[in-house]
């Protein structure tokens, strides 16, 4: 008898047993490790097309990009992913998702194959597997644009816009970020300890991993979408 879903189901079956599942517990001593994650931007009905955001993050600096798209085809996900990817300012190592099937899909895997980027998911209904992502989905996702419908092109430009100029200027270079260090848990009470608070970019730069020969330069392109490039 034929599983229910189908080919489909059975062949996202397969392609799931290939990527390996990452807790929370990062490496951070190296950069270029990604986690990403789709928001929906349907208000309250998820019926018809709407706008949806690519928010992705890189694990030890915080750094922030968003790209949206309409809908959240396999496709238009992975284009989403390398324009991203094409105006972030440091190689990538790996990516970091959940199951969803705009992720877990034979493009992206293959895409990852040939860029040699890990792959890795998170635990189904496990959302603090991805909790790097998670957190940013809030503060430089939602809070911004809340849970409105967005469902047209004139919107899904205007927000393309902000995540490609300022927002990902002012996340990125003048808004710090605090990251924790340790935890330890007196009685009923958890200690969390954190350090000394620095911008993403700052972070990149104290990671070491970019000597004045390959330094990070800023070029803005016109109509307010900037990029970032290395300094080769």
């Not at 309250?44 to 949806?52: E, K, M, P, V």
């Amino acid at each position: 008898m034929r599983s229910k879903g189908g080919p489909s189901r059975f062949i996202g079956t397969l392609l799931k047993q290939k990527i390996a599942i990452r807790l929370t517990a990062w490496d951070t001593s190296k950069v270029g490790y990604m986690e990403m994650d789709l928001v929906f931007h349907c208000g309250s009905s998820t019926l018809g097309d709407h706008a949806n955001t690519l928010s992705t993050t890189e694990v030890s600096s915080s750094w922030w990009e968003g790209e949206a798209i309409m809908g959240k085809s396999q496709e238009s996900t992975f284009q989403a992913l390398k324009r991203i990817r094409g105006r972030t300012p440091f190689d990538w190592e790996g990516l970091d998702s959940d199951n969803g099937s705009e992720f877990i899909n034979d493009i992206l895997y293959k895409y990852c194959c040939r860029e040699k980027l890990e792959f890795t998911r998170s635990r189904p209904s496990h959302k603090n597997d991805n909790a790097y992502i998670e957190e940013k989905n809030w503060t430089h996702v939602r809070k911004i644009l809340g849970y409105l419908r967005y469902d047209t092109y004139a919107e899904l430009s205007i927000i393309n816009d902000l995540y490609r100029g300022d927002l990902r200027l002012y996340k990125n270079f003048f808004q710090p970020v605090m990251k924790l260090v340790s935890k330890e848990r007196i009685g009923g009470r958890v200690k969390r300890k954190y350090d000394i608070p620095k911008t993403p970019y700052q972070r990149l730069m104290d990671s070491g991993q970019y000597p004045e020969a390959s330094s990070l330069m800023i070029t803005a392109d016109s109509g307010g979408s900037n990029g970032y490039r290395r300094r080769l």
